[in-house]
């Protein structure tokens, strides 16, 4: 499962796509939010690219990875009564 | 000649797998039976008290949705019809079983149950599995962890240590640790109370879908193994959860890809509140 850090109110996990590259998935809301939860990718120089909304590229993800984020999500911004995300 | 298998070892020597109660046996005796009278199914409900009380209870739940209250077992058996009066019987006398296991244990079986029921309805199964039939795949898929717990405890304790340590699923860390892992004897359990192959393969193969004895019940292992792996990533199972997965070819035999899965998360979500209910009346 994904390795979820606690960012101050964001939950910022290192997930690999579904071609074998990584990127990050940042959750700073709940999923009524569009942009409650970001892919940032690193650009070919190393560079942050502009981030994305995660529901805008959830093809290229893995399912289990898209399932994941958003649980996770629902767990640390939802109010249905899951508890929090598990942290390392 | 071959040597016997761990699990077979484990069977002979050290387990002793639980009998379903005599109530459940006679009763799916007795729907199985052409022509099979309602009032003879009240009756072999009504002469277990307690398990009659949990049907009951179980009927009222906002998961079964009867709009009105049921007070007896006879206006249950009409209201709801045998099969599902069956599965519900089945569903009580279960959670006495899964009672023996800690609450976030039966919490993460009633869970994983609605969520393969809303996986079926989701996904055209190709396998004869209705809906209903789906919330006892999910109640039962982790049994074996029961029969681990009160017959080898130090191991499974060895077991999760290995799995937290790792990353490792709990089936790895059993099969390491106790050469067979909670899917086989759940099948086991399973096949010594005669339920239905497709249950019993799909406990067999939730977490390996080549133990599926027929190919053709694959698509229903994949399936509750997508139902365990969402309540995990819900935090509805006790721990250690880091080393959870569901492999490529589970998705790809499921017929799930990404872009499906929002809908599915969604469903679940609001199932939440009535999940909640079940496995309170459950323990």
């Given amino acids: 499962m994904i390795a979820w850090q606690k960012q101050e109110t964001a939950y910022v996990g290192k997930v690999q796509l579904a071609d074998g ?13 569009p942009q409650g939860a970001m892919v940032v990718v690193a650009g070919k120089g190393g560079e942050a690219v502009k981030p994305r909304p995660f529901a805008d590229c959830v093809a290229a993800f893995t399912p289990d990875t898209v399932m994941e984020v958003y649980c996770t999500q629902e767990r640390a911004f939802g109010d249905r009564g899951l508890e929090p995300p598990d942290l390392p | 000649m071959n040597e016997p298998s761990k699990i077979d070892y484990l069977l002979e020597e050290i387990v002793t797998l639980p009998s379903l109660p005599s109530t459940v046996t006679r009763l799916t005796r007795l729907i199985n039976e052409p022509d099979c009278p309602l009032s003879e199914v009240s009756k072999a409900i009504s002469v277990d008290p307690a398990l009659s009380l949990k049907t009951l209870r179980l009927v009222n739940s906002a998961f079964y949705g009867v709009k009105n209250k049921v007070t007896s077992i006879e206006q249950a058996v009409t209201l709801l019809g045998l099969k599902v009066i ?28 609605a969520a393969m029921r809303l996986l079926v309805e989701a996904v055209p199964m190709g396998v004869p599995v209705e809906p209903d039939d789906a919330f006892a795949f999910g109640l039962l898929h982790d049994v074996g962890k029961i029969i681990f717990e009160e017959f080898l405890p130090k191991e499974m304790d060895q077991a999760r240590r290995l799995a937290q340590e790792q990353g490792l699923p709990s089936f790895e860390a059993e099969g390491a640790v106790i050469g067979a892992d909670h899917a086989e004897m759940g099948a086991r359990l399973a096949q010594s109370w005669k339920l239905s192959d497709e249950v019993v393969d799909a406990i067999a193969g939730h977490h390996q879908l080549e133990r599926c004895g027929a190919p053709e019940l694959r698509k229903a292992a994949a399936l509750l193994s997508i139902a365990d792996f969402q309540c995990i990533a819900c935090g509805l199972a006790p721990p250690p959860r880091r080393g959870a997965r569901v492999d490529e070819e589970m998705w790809a035999a499921a017929g799930i890809t990404s872009v499906q899965i929002a809908p599915i998360v969604d469903r679940f979500m609001d199932q939440l509140p009535d999940v909640f209910e079940l496995a309170k009346l459950a323990s």
């Fill in chain 1, 21 to 33: 590259h990584w990127c990050k998935v940042v959750l700073v809301g709940a999923r009524t939010n």
């Fill in chain 2, 86 to 113: 069956k599965n519900l019987v089945f569903t009580a006398s279960v959670f006495e079983t899964l009672n023996s296991g800690t609450g976030l244990f039966l919490m993460h079986s009633v869970a994983c149950g």
